[in-house]
């Protein structure tokens, strides 16, 4: 919830899922992905966009973002670890992540 108010700050928020990116695919095929999706991206004339996920997808699509005058923002998060013993002598950890900021590239 946290983390959908402060996009709000940006304006109507609209969902574009984050491609799955073949980890086999060419620097030529993650180049057309990108691509195909900054098409979809710029039709919608955001104000901003959080972009994180593969890599070399990321730079890219966030140069181009960026190149088109797009601000680009990735979410950061703390992370809360909670270790349990368990009775066989292992142990179970759970780790929450908790929203904090939007950070500009």
Not at 59 to 76: F, W
Request: net charge negative; charged share 25%.
């Amino acid at each position: 919830m946290e983390q959908i108010a402060a996009a709000q700050v940006y304006g109507e928020l609209k969902d574009i899922p984050f491609p799955a990116v073949d980890s086999k695919a060419t620097p030529v095929e993650v180049a057309a992905l990108v691509e195909d999706n900054l098409e979809k991206i710029l039709l919608l004339k955001p104000v901003a966009v959080l972009c994180q996920g593969e890599l070399n997808y990321t730079v890219e699509m966030v140069e181009r973002l960026k190149s088109a005058g797009i601000k680009v923002v990735a979410a950061t998060s703390e992370r809360v670890v909670t270790a349990e013993i368990l009775p066989d002598g292992s142990t179970r950890q759970v780790s929450t992540f908790r929203f904090v900021q939007f950070r500009e590239y």
